[in-house]
């Protein structure tokens, strides 16, 4: 079975300061891999995501991700975060590209001045 | 495109009634997913279609709930004889399989409460 580890509940970044967020995932074979963040009172919004090619993928709003099968993991990152990042960030895995996702419990960003 | 809709967007219903969700999603898209959000969790998968078949159900889904997608347009889900665990919120999303973006489309959710 997938699943999907957010070590990180709850971060606090500086505006202006780089971020990285974890994920780690377990799957058997090779994983179709995404970030979606949500902020409240809205819906999920895919920020990047990675199912082969080039282990560094760029998405939206100046996020980074790198694929690491040796670490099974897929870490979120942003140069220098803006006060409009504060919101919820969740990773997810699934077995193709339209198949089911399974997430993990999510980080929740917090930027203070 | 107008995105996937959901409505409502906030059901208050007491225990033991039954409550109908509705979906509408991007226009074309032949997959249609839905997921169970609680606080402090990520999305949960509960059940998708591809056209009007339902292909999978989690076992998250009770014999309470059910699920249809009768024209492969909107969907609904039903939840009979409400209980206060099912309070959550009911998300929906829509993704077009053919085209080979990968993306699921989500909705702005219904917000269950039962009281």
């Known amino acids: 079975a997938q699943s999907v580890t957010q070590p990180d509940i709850h971060i606090t970044v500086s505006e202006g300061a780089s971020l990285e967020l974890r994920c780690n995932y377990s799957y058997g074979a090779t994983p179709y891999l995404f970030w979606y963040v949500q902020s409240p009172g809205q819906g999920l919004q895919l920020l990047l995501k990675y199912f082969s090619g080039d282990t560094l993928v760029q998405g939206i709003k100046g996020f980074e991700a790198e694929f690491k099968r040796s670490q099974s993991s897929f870490n979120l990152r942003k140069p220098s975060v803006h006060w409009s990042d504060a919101a919820e960030y969740f990773c997810?895995?699934?077995?193709?590209?339209?198949?089911?996702?399974?997430f993990g419990t999510g980080t929740r960003l917090t930027i203070i001045p | 495109d107008t995105g996937v809709s959901q409505n409502p967007r906030h059901k208050i219903t007491k225990r033991g009634q039954n409550v109908t969700f509705r979906c509408d999603p991007i226009?074309?898209?032949?997959?249609l997913y839905w997921y169970r959000q609680t606080l402090g969790q990520g999305p949960e998968f509960l059940t998708y279609?591809?056209?009007?078949?339902?292909?999978?159900k989690s076992r998250l889904l009770s014999d309470r709930f059910s699920a249809e997608r009768p024209k492969g347009s909107f969907s609904t889900l039903e939840i009979q004889r409400t209980e206060q665990g099912d309070s959550a919120m009911y998300l929906c999303a829509s993704s077009h399989i053919d085209v080979g973006t990968y993306e699921q489309y989500f909705g702005p959710g219904t917000r269950l409460t039962v009281t």
């Open positions: 226009s074309e898209h032949n997959r």
């Open positions: 997810a895995v699934g077995a193709g590209g339209n198949e089911k996702l399974t």
């Open positions: 279609f591809q056209n009007e078949a339902q292909l999978e």
